[in-house]
């Protein structure tokens, strides 16, 4: 896919300058010593939209530098293609305090054609160029809302584990304070006393840890997500623009280990939909001698930006269970999680 997307970014910059480059050949009224740096220069800002996901803003200054000089020499251009192309990926990149100055600039520009062409044929230009930017800004919504439904259930979920350790913990180690002390009172006059009370300590501190693990694990499959549903998570993501690949060769999993390992993937693409810019992810999951091993990888900017809160919380997860977490930037771009976590917990 990714190279789909290449491929498509090659063909519109070839089409968009043969077109603006043949426009200013064929029909302006200058001299060639005019023309032709001309039609270089917008073949320079048709192959600069290659960059424009990379770098939409410095894509959406030099293409529309470059369409002002086509069409003040060659006016029959009608439309700034590269421009519009620009505004497109920047209204889909950034916020509207980026785009919607760049559309102003467009607009002044495209006004250029009152001079030319009928006020009706401007207009309608206009009319396209703000079209354009609503898609690039629909685009960015959506990622955005989806985003942040992601992290309002990764929130939800924080909060709720929080209440229910905050309960568990509380109510085991209060039990195992009050026998401790009841042992220590008659542990030289009554030691068969304080052996029953030991013994309590010892039963409750088990039955503590058990619900740990209930908590960790142990929920009614309904309530609790694995890796049987990433499926369903990526689904919005790929909605909103981000093509994600999965692979899976794990068998099943302890019911810990399967939320850990779900929370972790979700927090990883999360990151990837909001910070890196990215286009396409993979996610692969497998089993590695009694370690769940999890790489995440994207094509994105590949830097940590960002990251850093969502990381660390992938981190803490993957320490309860004695597991690890790695993230950071790829040698060729794009940014990599990777986690394994053992299959075998102990308590």
Known sequence: MRRIRQLLDVVVSIVVGAYVALVVMGTSEFEPAITVPTALLALAAAAALWWRRRAP????????????????VAPETVFPVAALVATGSLAAARSPWFSLPALGLLLALISLNFRTITAEDTQFVMAVAV?????????RNRRVAVSQAAQRAVSEEQARIARE?????????????V??????????QRPDRAREALRSIDATARATLDELRKLLGAVRPEERPGLDRLADLVEPLRAAGLRVEITHESAPLPAGVDLSAYRIVQEALTNTLRHAQASRAEVLVRNDSGVLDLEVRDDGRGGVAGFGRGITGMRERAALLGGTVDAGPLPDGGFRVHARLPLAVTA
């Open 57 to 72: 803003v410095p894509v959406m200054g030099f293409t529309l530098a470059a369409d002002l000089v086509v069409q003040l």
């Open 165 to 177: 350790l905050h309960d568990v913990i509380a109510h085991g180690v209060s039990v195992i304070v």
């Open 131 to 139: 079209v354009v930017w609503a898609l690039g800004e629909a685009v």
């Open 179 to 188: 026998q401790a002390a009841a042992a220590d009172d008659v542990f030289d």
